[in-house]
């Protein structure tokens, strides 16, 4: 996750600076903000299985949590989990490696029958000629990052296929030391060093282009970062094989995935139509787009049953465009959620201590990602009712079928109350966490809301 605002020094007190949208990409105009348009045909979608789509990011590295965490992921019906495998903690010094620290990221979860992206990240103090540097600082000459990449990619050889390269690069402040905005041309050097390194050990594996924080915020945003590395490096679109995406809103994420009107937000349909914009005049237009990371923290707004909503709005929709597997920003809140910033607040469970005997409990968006990792595991999105004109305005939604068996899943954006006529009688009705909710009437017109509501049909005969 990248925190939008720098943490300066002032004495012992951290001064916050936050941060306003800057140039560096053009935004929606908020007078004239209207809701997303549909990136979906009319037609049939061929979307991939809800279940194969599933991730989490941020979760347990080492420790006691990890056999929870994994107990907790194959509850959900996780099958993929993103983590880093961090290189100054792997080659603590020169040709000194060491991989017990990455089999403790890694192992647990792959015995548990969960995939792992594993981020190739971030520098090494010893890399680097900058007085004072961490691991945030990028080496000075790429091979060295390479060899670590040939080692890391060595040792997981018939484990790990997938890589991502780097985090949020252009959060420099954070992520790509000491440049504020990262270095897009540094960049497209160090990833084509490790791609090339990384094909050369496994011509099978699958290298993601590390995601960008998506707004320009201080920083330039994904957009114009990914032009300014094409720019540098014409020949870029034939060193990744994945494009990493980021579509947080605003930081504090509170903004639903449909977007505006906030003024200056984004939706999520606007954020990936414009990434595969940029990416087409790179000639990377046939590489897929993977969400790594999104999420909404407990904060403002957003309270747990929000998180929830939004979760399942978030999931269906950039599934249905496309852009999976989805990686939730994180398993776990940390011991402080309700602090600013809310970075301990993102949590599908809430934060446990086993010497205070405090448990780690399900928040409802846990139960939300349960049933579409459970219940529509096997599920693929076929329709986007709005784009095939089915619904009302202001109603949003998709057809799922699990089979022979056909639902629909549907919510309002904005946050009005509205009617949606299914095809048929629905037989059963699931609320966003999958509680069986009365369905005593065998009317076809069904009242909605912004809170998701599956509904089940009578038969596959569903297209009115």
């Given at each position: 996750?990248?925190?939008?605002?720098?943490?300066?020094?002032?004495?012992?007190?951290?001064?916050?600076?936050?941060?306003?949208?800057?140039?560096?990409?053009?935004?929606?105009?908020?007078?004239?903000?209207?809701?997303?348009?549909?990136?979906?045909?009319?037609?049939?979608?061929?979307?991939?299985?809800?279940?194969?789509?599933?991730?989490?990011?941020?979760?347990?590295?080492?420790?006691?949590?990890?056999?929870?965490?994994?107990?907790?992921?194959?509850?959900?019906?996780?099958?993929?989990?993103?983590?880093?495998?961090?290189?100054?903690?792997?080659?603590?010094?020169?040709?000194?490696?060491?991989?017990?620290?990455?089999?403790e990221?890694?192992?647990?979860?792959?015995?548990?029958?969960?995939?792992?992206?594993?981020?190739?990240?971030?520098?090494?103090?010893?890399?680097?000629?900058?007085?004072?540097?961490?691991?945030?600082?990028?080496?000075?000459?790429?091979a060295?990052?390479?060899?670590?990449?040939?080692?890391?990619?060595?040792?997981?050889?018939?484990?790990?296929?997938?890589?991502?390269?780097?985090?949020?690069?252009?959060?420099?402040?954070?992520?790509?030391?000491?440049?504020?905005?990262?270095?897009?041309?540094?960049?497209?050097?160090?990833?084509?060093?490790a791609?090339?390194?990384?094909?050369?050990?496994?011509?099978?594996?699958?290298?993601?282009?590390?995601?960008?924080?998506?707004?320009?915020?201080?920083?330039?945003?994904?957009?114009?970062?990914?032009?300014?590395?094409?720019?540098?490096?014409?020949?870029?679109?034939?060193?990744?094989?994945?494009?990493?995406?980021?579509?947080?809103?605003?930081?504090?994420?509170?903004?639903?995935?449909e977007?505006?009107?906030?003024?200056?937000?984004?939706?999520?349909?606007?954020?990936?139509?414009?990434?595969?914009?940029?990416?087409?005049?790179?000639?990377?237009?046939?590489?897929?787009?993977?969400?790594?990371?999104?999420?909404?923290?407990?904060?403002?707004?957003?309270?747990?049953?929000?998180?929830?909503?939004?979760?399942v709005?978030?999931?269906?929709?950039?599934?249905?465009?496309?852009?999976?597997?989805?990686?939730?920003?994180?398993?776990?809140?940390?011991?402080?959620?309700?602090?600013?910033?809310?970075?301990?607040?993102?949590?599908?469970?809430?934060?446990?201590?086993?010497?205070?005997?405090?448990?780690?409990?399900?928040?409802?968006?846990?139960?939300?990602m349960?049933?579409?990792?459970?219940?529509?595991?096997?599920?693929?999105?076929?329709?986007?009712?709005?784009?095939?004109?089915?619904?009302?305005?202001?109603?949003?939604g998709?057809?799922?079928?699990?089979?022979?068996?056909?639902?629909?899943?549907?919510?309002?954006?904005?946050?009005?109350?509205?009617?949606?006529?299914?095809?048929?009688?629905?037989?059963?009705?699931?609320?966003?966490?999958?509680?069986?909710?009365?369905?005593?009437?065998?009317d076809?017109?069904?009242?909605?809301?912004?809170?998701?509501?599956?509904f089940?049909?009578?038969?596959?005969?569903?297209?009115?």
């Amino acid at each position: 996750m990248n925190l939008p605002y720098r943490a300066l020094l002032c004495g012992s007190v951290p001064l916050l600076i936050v941060v306003c949208a800057c140039s560096g990409s053009s935004m929606p105009d908020a007078q004239d903000a209207t809701p997303d348009p549909p990136l979906t045909p009319p037609g049939s979608l061929h979307s991939a299985l809800i279940g194969d789509s599933l991730c989490v990011a941020g979760i347990p590295r080492s420790g006691s949590l990890v056999p929870l965490a994994v107990e907790r992921l194959q509850e959900l019906g996780v099958g993929l989990v993103r983590t880093d495998l961090t290189w100054s903690l792997m080659e603590p010094s020169q040709g000194d490696f060491d991989f017990n620290p990455m089999d403790e990221r890694v192992m647990p979860y792959w015995n548990g029958g969960i995939d792992v992206l594993g981020i190739l990240d971030y520098g090494n103090p010893w890399a680097t000629s900058v007085e004072g540097a961490d691991d945030k600082v990028p080496p000075d000459d790429p091979a060295d990052f390479a060899a670590y990449v040939i080692a890391i990619v060595g040792h997981f050889d018939g484990i790990l296929d997938t890589y991502e390269i780097w985090n949020e690069p252009n959060a420099g402040y954070r992520f790509w030391k000491p440049e504020l905005k990262g270095d897009p041309a540094a960049f497209g050097v160090l990833l084509k060093a490790a791609v090339t390194a990384g094909r050369a050990t496994c011509p099978t594996c699958r290298f993601v282009f590390g995601a960008p924080f998506f707004h320009s915020q201080l920083i330039d945003g994904h957009i114009p970062f990914l032009e300014q590395t094409q720019e540098a490096h014409p020949d870029l679109a034939s060193f990744y094989d994945v494009m990493g995406f980021h579509p947080y809103p605003f930081y504090p994420p509170t903004t639903a995935p449909e977007g505006p009107p906030p003024a200056n937000e984004w939706s999520f349909a606007q954020m990936l139509e414009g990434v595969r914009e940029v990416m087409e005049t790179g000639g990377a237009a046939d590489h897929p787009v993977w969400t790594t990371e999104v999420g909404w923290p407990i904060f403002g707004r957003v309270t747990p049953e929000r998180q929830a909503d939004f979760l399942v709005r978030a999931y269906m929709a950039l599934i249905a465009m496309d852009a999976a597997p989805i990686c939730w920003y994180n398993l776990f809140d940390g011991p402080n959620p309700g602090d600013f910033p809310p970075e301990d607040a993102f949590g599908l469970l809430t934060y446990g201590d086993p010497d205070t005997g405090v448990e780690h409990m399900p928040k409802p968006s846990f139960h939300a990602m349960a049933q579409l990792g459970n219940r529509f595991a096997k599920g693929r999105i076929t329709r986007d009712l709005r784009a095939a004109g089915v619904v009302a305005e202001g109603v949003r939604g998709y057809q799922i079928e699990v089979g022979t068996v056909v639902w629909w899943v549907v919510w309002t954006f904005p946050e009005v109350t509205g009617t949606v006529v299914l095809p048929g009688s629905a037989v059963e009705i699931r609320d966003v966490t999958g509680e069986l909710m009365e369905n005593e009437s065998a009317d076809t017109a069904m009242m909605v809301s912004d809170r998701p509501r599956f509904f089940r049909l009578e038969s596959l005969d569903s297209n009115p």
